[in-house]
């Protein structure tokens, strides 16, 4: 991961509005997700604030699944970008939305302890699209997610919501 490369979030979508990895959300955690230097890898590292405590010196796992979901969702555009031999940063965008999210807790996930997602598609990418998603609090590893993530038309998708 390079800090001088633009994030995936910043290139694609930097109207983007999700709490978690929108990077025009006003109060939200402005994820960032970037491919790492092994070309397989999506990474990226967040600090839980004092907000996401869960039980004392702990972090809350509600965080923990919303960093993978995000997370796991730009992995799975990033290796759809590359399927295609385009650009993050290419018209007309690249959407995915959560299929499935599967975590499993492994570990306590300690505060003040800089978090590290490392995330890669397992299998092929299709129109549903299977991410892993390690959660590393130093070197241990504290959660897996295992999950799905849907190509989607977001137009389409609002207007399904509305009209449910």
């Not at 890669?120 to 997610?145: D, I, N, P, Q, W």
Request: proline share 6%; aromatic share 6%; with cysteine.
């Amino acid at each position: 991961m390079s800090v001088d490369t633009p994030a995936l979030q910043d290139l694609a979508a930097p109207d983007g509005v999700c709490y978690g990895c929108g990077s025009a959300h006003p109060h939200g955690l402005h994820i960032k997700s970037h491919w790492h230097e092994d070309g397989v890898h999506v990474v990226s590292t967040h600090l839980p604030g004092a907000d996401f405590h869960g039980w004392p010196g702990l972090v809350y796992g509600g965080l923990i699944a919303m960093l993978v979901d995000c997370h796991s969702n730009w992995t799975a555009m990033a290796y759809h970008y590359r399927a295609e031999h385009r650009a993050p940063d290419s018209k007309p965008r690249i959407d995915c939305a959560t299929g499935s999210l599967g975590i499993r807790f492994l570990k306590p996930t300690p505060m003040d302890v800089p978090l590290t997602l490392k995330a890669r598609v397992e299998g092929e990418v299709g129109r549903k699209t299977r991410v892993l998603c390690e959660v590393y609090a130093g070197e241990v590893m504290t959660a897996l997610g295992d999950s799905v993530f849907v190509r989607v038309d977001t137009a389409q998708l609002a207007a399904a919501a509305r009209n449910a």
